[in-house]
């Protein structure tokens, strides 16, 4: 018996906490998002699962693929006939890795979970050293990088940029080179649940939460097999959402620039009337002009640029669609269904 029998859920939230948390005595939930993972899915689980039963206690390992189109749902569905502890969250396309990592805390159960890439750039083993964290109380344990190995330099630089503008512009305290490898406890958990936000920006999110938060260090790995899922377009959106979301100073910056200029072509013009009037070189006046000109539209429109960011994240907000369209679910326990 198969929870493929139940229809597909079309909400973004299980009624609260009944179908989500069927089971209370889950200690540890693991959420790996997954897309076109196919070469190291079982990899993964294998070293996830040495992992976990090292601890001795119950645990989930819930995989959210994520509109996988390279067999990495079959395998899944393969893995979950023999393993007790998998769950899998099938999406019904692509809905990117943040939603998914979203999905995946909806639906876990544990008193710990755990993020943590498919691809293996995060040693699963770092694990242990986070619960030994979680226990002493800290309800956040974040594993920072301290070296990012086999990635280019463009990863490297642009991270390293991304990661340092967002700290300088945002009023939240979100750690420099974390990433969303981490361990949060059922509370943090339970509030991300309760963010219904469209554009989520997870680590930061969980990093506005609050709570007693700490990192532990770690080198991060090259990718295990296949290529990186975050092209550049991803990244700048990811970015995008970031910033958006934490900040309100790129609308600040927009508007600042608008009235600084508008003074300063104001006395421009007051300049050029002067020249117009008591000189004759009008030519080369104009020539300075028309690149003035260009000049301000330019700004203009970044700062409508900037503007529509927001207001696109506005509207979003206001049509209100589920965060992710499920197509089935396994492994969730039924109330009358035996598995698990
Ligand atoms: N991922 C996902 N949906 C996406 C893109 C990525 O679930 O749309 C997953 C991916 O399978 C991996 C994790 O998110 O487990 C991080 O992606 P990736 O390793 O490609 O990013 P990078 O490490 O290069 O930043
Ligand atoms: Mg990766």
Redo the contacts with the bound molecule.
């Keep these: 018996t198969s929870d493929r029998n139940h229809p597909p859920q079309l909400s973004a939230q299980p009624s609260s906490g009944q179908s989500a948390r069927g089971r209370m005595d889950v200690r540890y939930s693991v959420i790996?998002?997954?897309?076109?993972?196919a070469e190291v899915l079982m990899v993964t689980h294998a070293r996830l699962k040495a992992v976990m039963e090292t601890l001795g206690e119950a645990y989930e390992l819930i995989f959210?693929n994520?509109g996988s189109l390279d067999g990495s749902r079959e395998l899944l569905e393969r893995l979950i006939q023999d393993e007790p502890n998998v769950k899998v969250l099938n999406f019904s396309r692509?809905?990117?890795?943040q939603i998914?990592i979203s999905a995946g805390m909806e639906y876990a159960c544990g008193d710990a979970v755990i993020v943590i890439?498919?691809?293996l750039?995060d040693p699963p083993e770092l694990i242990i050293e986070m619960i030994a964290r979680w226990r002493q109380g800290y309800e956040v344990v974040y594993a920072k990088r301290l070296v990012r190995r086999g990635?280019t330099w463009f990863?490297r630089w642009s991270a390293l940029l991304f990661y340092r503008a967002l700290r300088w512009m945002t009023d939240v305290d979100i750690p420099v080179d974390v990433?969303d490898f981490r361990l949060i406890d059922r509370k943090v958990c339970d509030v991300m649940n309760s963010l219904r936000e469209k554009s989520r920006f997870v680590r930061g999110m969980v990093a506005w939460a609050g709570f007693r938060q700490t990192g532990v260090e770690y080198v991060r790995e090259p990718?295990y097999a296949g290529?990186?899922?975050?092209p550049l377009k991803?990244m700048l959106r990811l970015s995008a959402d970031a910033m958006t979301s934490f900040s309100e100073k790129p609308l600040k910056f927009a508007m600042y620039m608008g009235s600084l200029l508008t003074l300063a072509s104001a006395a421009f013009i007051l300049i050029a009337l002067g020249m117009v009037l008591l000189t004759n070189h009008a030519g080369s006046g104009m020539l300075l002009f028309g690149g003035i000109c260009v000049f301000f539209n330019s700004l203009v429109l970044v700062a409508i640029g900037i503007l529509g960011q927001y207001v696109a994240r506005v509207h979003d907000e206001a049509r209100d669609r589920p965060l992710y369209i499920l197509d089935d679910r396994l492994g969730f326990e039924q109330p009358v269904d035996g598995r698990g």
């Design positions: 790996v998002p997954v897309y076109n993972e959210v994520d692509n809905f990117g890795h998914a890439d498919a691809d750039q990635e990863k990433g990718r290529e990186t899922k975050y991803r």
